[in-house]
């Protein structure tokens, strides 16, 4: 088992900044891709970013060049740094880990990007 804790949303201003993170705690030892999705309300959940346990990261197009996911395997942890925020960047984001046969969430964090 695996479990995830997010942390670090909020309010932000359009043209602002975030920085997400999310602990992961367990049998983390078997999880290699870390990733970052959202849900709008009254839309499906999408996805954000992933990481693998190499270091390599995609990005969906709505946000590559404004968001930075990152991981420290050392503290279990994954980051999204989030910078040129849009009010259509507002939704719940969750964390996300995959292990062989398994895929964990984390409990979602809001994140609201309003004037």
């Known amino acids: 088992q695996v479990q995830l804790v997010e942390s670090g949303g909020g309010l932000a201003q359009p043209g602002g900044s975030l920085r997400l993170s999310c602990a992961a705690s367990?049998?983390?030892?078997?999880?290699?891709?870390m990733g970052w999705y959202r849900q709008a309300p009254g839309k499906q959940r999408e996805w954000v970013a992933t990481?693998?346990?190499?270091?390599?990261?995609n990005y969906a197009d709505s946000v590559k060049g404004r968001f930075t996911i990152s991981r420290d395997n050392a503290k279990n942890t994954v980051y999204l740094q989030m910078n040129s925020l849009k009010p259509e960047d507002t939704a719940v984001y969750y964390c996300?880990?995959?292990?062989?046969?398994?895929?964990?969430w984390g409990q979602g964090i809001q994140v609201t990007v309003s004037s």
């Open positions: 367990g049998i983390v030892s078997r999880v290699y891709n």
């Open positions: 990481v693998t346990n190499g270091g390599n990261t």
């Open positions: 996300n880990a995959v292990s062989i046969g398994y895929t964990y």
